[in-house]
């Protein structure tokens, strides 16, 4: 009996493929790099996050901890950071592009390589992906606040006034592109419904086969709504940032 052959060749990023595979990776490791490096340094820098009305996503809920001396952001950002390198979706995109596991579709991965899935630590704690989603889920209420706050402007008698700014419209549009890839994520659909083996059992379960539908349709658009998020929730923080350092003045409509 002849030997099957395999279609994908031995060694890393030998392929049969003819079109450019690698240049998917690119996007990714430009994105994701960029937003990891400028997350960490904004984190450990731990200031200019806060001008009246507009906070930046990355220290909300504004903390005032005594006994803690760090950055309040390493407090925070733990639970949204954890909640997207665990996602289904950025897995696929970082395993890719940055581990090489493999480089592409029915591309090589290095030669004597033992498959060991999401078994063993590190890669075991991917399985924490729904608990972070409970965190996210309280997290986005708290950045919901502070885009509906952002609405509100200090006036000469020390009241609050409603008026729009720049800074407020690049609040709400980040906490909708935020609410959107929360969502459109894969185990709240499986929460919603995926779960369930018999939609018309029960009124209940209907109901939760009508979400299930309305959450299936995000999250066709889950890739889309996860880029676009990173990148918004990172304006969002350099805008406040520029803001509240002064390098930028918010224009407003009070």
């Not at 430009?30 to 001008?51: N, P, Q, S, V």
Request: with cysteine.
């Amino acid at each position: 009996m002849a030997e099957r052959s395999s279609a994908v060749p031995v060694g890393l990023g030998r392929t049969l493929r003819r079109d450019a595979w690698w240049m998917e990776n690119i996007p990714v490791i430009i994105l994701l790099g960029g937003f990891g490096l400028y997350a960490t340094w904004r984190a450990f820098e731990g200031k200019f996050f806060w001008t009246d009305p507009y906070l930046s996503p990355f220290y909300s809920p504004l903390l005032n901890i005594s006994w803690w001396h760090l950055s309040p952001a390493l407090l925070i950002l733990a639970f949204p950071l954890g909640f997207r390198v665990t996602c289904y979706y950025y897995r696929k995109a970082y395993y890719r592009a940055f581990f090489m596991d493999p480089p592409g579709c029915a591309v090589g991965e290095p030669a004597r390589r033992n498959y060991r899935g999401e078994t063993r630590v590190p890669f075991i704690l991917q399985n924490l992906h729904r608990y972070f989603l409970y965190g996210a889920i309280v997290f986005l209420c708290f950045l919901w606040y502070d885009a509906i706050r952002a609405f509100w402007f200090p006036g000469y008698d020390q009241k609050l006034h409603f008026g729009i700014g720049v800074g407020s419209l690049v609040l709400l549009v980040n906490i909708m592109l935020l609410t959107l890839y929360l969502l459109s994520c894969h185990s709240l659909r499986h929460l919603i419904g995926g779960k369930l083996d018999c939609f018309s059992c029960t009124v209940t379960n209907r109901g939760r086969h009508g979400a299930w539908k309305k959450a299936s349709f995000l999250n066709e658009r889950h890739m889309l709504y996860a880029w676009c998020s990173l990148i918004s929730v990172g304006f969002a923080d350099f805008y406040v940032r520029m803001v509240a350092s002064g390098m930028i003045k918010d224009f407003r409509i009070l």
